[in-house]
Structure formats: structure tokens, C-alpha cells
């Protein structure tokens, strides 16, 4: 039964057998996971991740597919397919609701448009998550595993990389999907960290100030935070973290950002 991919719901259907199994060795599976799938879609790789790990929990938004999914999947009975929208989608709870212990795994070939916002949505959950594997576009996954001094590293970069070990895997070819999209993809893997890579007081403002800093990145750090704080401090972060003044804020690490951040904390909104 062929359904036609939706567009409104950024569905690109990775069809690559090649790839699938690519995907399953990189996520090493055993048969202690409990894996969580974003966007089962046919249940292609739905299959694959039944044979190789403990349970599945197979998540999936579009109606139109329920039948095609569940008829795949009868013969997998640690399959279980959940009918919604990952951002609406309670993880600890449904966890707990259904006891289960251990942290999962995350997995999924997620919309280009909203990728951004389901980071942010399993982050809120890492307590319950290992690790997160999913296909996104390739501009996308550079920025988030870029390093400080590169033309892509932002503050998303810092955002991500503050609570995951940010790896790409492998690369992905537009034409392994159907319809093929115009960007090619790339395999990203996301460790939660045990705590997050440095240590603030202020998460929130924490984060404000990097994407103020980021905001007019040509400018040099210094100019670009002469709105959050005064000459003196800025003086102050740059004696004490050893550094030129003329520094741009694509030069600093997150540990700098960290030291930056406990100089001004008392002057952040």
C-alpha cells in the first residue's frame, strides 16, 4: 500500500536499505534496550530495531499510517505503536506509567523543520535517556557538534553540546530518501552527559548571555555584550581568563563562556 508523504509534516521517508543497517549497527543495540522511535513511518526500520533490541516504542503522528504500521509489525511482539506527536509526548511519564526502569534509547528520522524544538524536548527528559541517534540536515548536525573557533559554531552549538557529547556519524545522501529532500542528511548521536559540561549557577541567564553574545557575532565580544555589562567587568573576565580583548565570541569555549558568565552573573537581568 503506497501512501503519499506529507509535506506539512516534513515527511522524507528514508527508503536505503543500506542505510537502515547502517543505522542499526551504529546504534548498537542489545537486547536490554528499551528504544523510543520518533516517526515510525511504514515501520521499515521499525523492524529492524524490534529484531535488535529489548522493546520498542513506536511513535508516530500520521493517522494514515497506523494500518501500513501495524500490519508490519504483528509479528513483533516488543513492539509497541503509540499514536502522537513527539513534542506533545510525556516520556517520564509514560515510563513510569508502564514501569519501565531503565533509560531508553532514542531513535528517529525527525523533520527537518522542527528539529531544533525535539532537541530541546529530549533534553527536558534526560533523566530518562541514554542516548539520542537521529537523521537531521546536514547544516543542521554541523552546527550542533561545531567547535569553538569554526564558522558554525553558535549558541545552539553551546546549547546542545552543555548537556550532550555531540557526535556525527556518518553522512547521508538526499537521494536515500523518498522524496528525496534538497540537502543532504547526516547520522547524529547525542550522549547525555552525567552533569552538564560546565558548572553555572544560573542556567537560564547562563544561556541568555551566550545568545546575546551571539547575536551580532561579527562584532568582537566585547562590543557585542557593551548592553548586559560595563567596560570594568569585561576588563575584569578578559584579565582573568588570560585572553585578548578583542576576542569574537565564536572563539570562546564553553568553559570561557562559564568563567565569562561568573564575572557578570551579578549584573545579568
Partial sequence: MYIKPKKSLG????????IQNKIIRACALTN???VLEIGSGRGDLTQLLAQNAKQVLALEIDQRLYPLLEQ???????????????????????????????????????????????????IGYRGSISAVFITVQKE???????????K?????????????????????????????????????SLTFREKPAVSVREEESFFKLIRTAFNQRRKTLRNSLEELASPE?????????????????????????????????????
Avoid: W
Avoid at 499514536?83 to 523533520?111: H, S, T, W, Y
Fill in 152 to 188: 558554525d559554531y553558535g549558541s545552539f552549538s553551546c546549547f546542545v553540546q552543555y548537556y550532550c557529547a555531540c557526535k556525527i556519524i556518518f553522512e547521508i545522501k538526499k537521494n536515500s530518501f523518498r522524496p528525496a529532500p534538497n540537502v543532504d542528511s547526516c547520522f547524529l
Fill in 32 to 34: 536490554e534496550d528499551t
Fill in 72 to 122: 508490519g509489525m504483528m509479528l513483533y511482539d516488543n513492539c509497541r505503536i503509540i499514536k502522537g506527536d513527539i513534542l506533545k509526548f510525556d516520556i517520564a511519564g509514560f515510563l513510569q506509567e508502564n514501569k519501565i526502569k531503565q533509560k531508553i534509547k532514542v531513535i528517529g528520522n525527525i523533520p527537518y523543520y522542527i528539529s531544533s524544538p525535539i532537541i530541546e524536548h529530549l
Fill in 140 to 150: 543542521f548536525a554541523i552546527r550542533a557538534a561545531a567547535a569553538p573557533g569554526t
Fill in 11 to 18: 515527511q522524507n521517508f528514508l527508503t536505503d536499505k543500506n
Fill in 233 to 269: 567587568q569585561l576588563e575584569g573576565f578578559f584579565s582573568l581568563a588570560g585572553i585578548d580583548k578583542n576576542i569574537r565570541p565564536e572563539q570562546l569555549s564553553l568553559e570561557q563562556f562559564a568563567v565569562l558568565h561568573r564575572c557578570l552573573r551579578p549584573a545579568l537581568p
